[in-house]
């Protein structure tokens, strides 16, 4: 089935619009920063914006704030971060785009998270498979667009946040309506 796309989109596979590098564990992990270290980013650092330890740049594989990081085994697979800074351990891979902008890539990443972390390989620690990853079809609008796309998303997971705090707020409401209506 041929997909409609928009005028001068294209559909390409992940793997021509993205390189990639495995981290990998630095030979000194430390505790507080010393000089030539920088922040060592694991799972919990990405997630958590928990900076727990520092390596050694020299023996690390360094990620910069505009590279997409993937984490790349265990039960996040799949799971994308940007703008962090650091030395990447072994769980993560970075990315490195050609001709897309990295917001867009990004939340097209974030989009694919559920069909990456059901598509894993491996018995015991779930990975990223490889082929499933690479196989992804990127809708590839030109650069500008892409732009314009991510804008109007950020916009609107704005307004998703917004809601969803005052739809927490409800059930507080719902109690002191109750709890007015009783002692009426």
Wanted: aromatic share 4%; glycine share 6%; charged share 30%.
């Amino acid at each position: 089935m041929e997909k409609d796309l928009p005028k001068n989109w294209i559909e390409i596979k992940l793997d021509k619009v993205v390189t990639s590098k495995k981290g990998k564990k630095p030979k000194i992990r430390i505790d507080t920063a010393i000089e030539n270290s920088v922040p060592y980013l694991d799972i919990r650092s990405v997630e958590n914006d928990e900076i727990r330890r520092y390596a050694d740049i020299p023996s690390s594989r360094i990620i910069n704030e505009k590279q997409i990081g993937i984490v790349w085994d265990g039960a996040r697979s799949g799971g994308v971060t940007k703008g962090k800074y650091g030395a990447v351990g072994s769980t993560i891979a970075i990315l490195n785009q050609i001709g897309v902008n990295e917001n867009y890539l990004l939340k097209l990443l974030e989009s694919k998270l559920d069909f990456l972390n059901t598509n894993t390989r491996g018995t015991g620690i779930p990975h990223v498979d490889p082929k499933i990853l690479w196989d992804i079809d990127i809708p590839l609008p030109p650069l500008p667009e892409q732009k314009r796309i991510v804008a109007k998303l950020n916009k609107l997971f704005v307004q998703v946040e917004v809601i969803k705090t005052s739809l927490d707020k409800i059930p507080v409401l719902l109690k002191n309506l109750r709890q007015q209506v009783l002692t009426q």
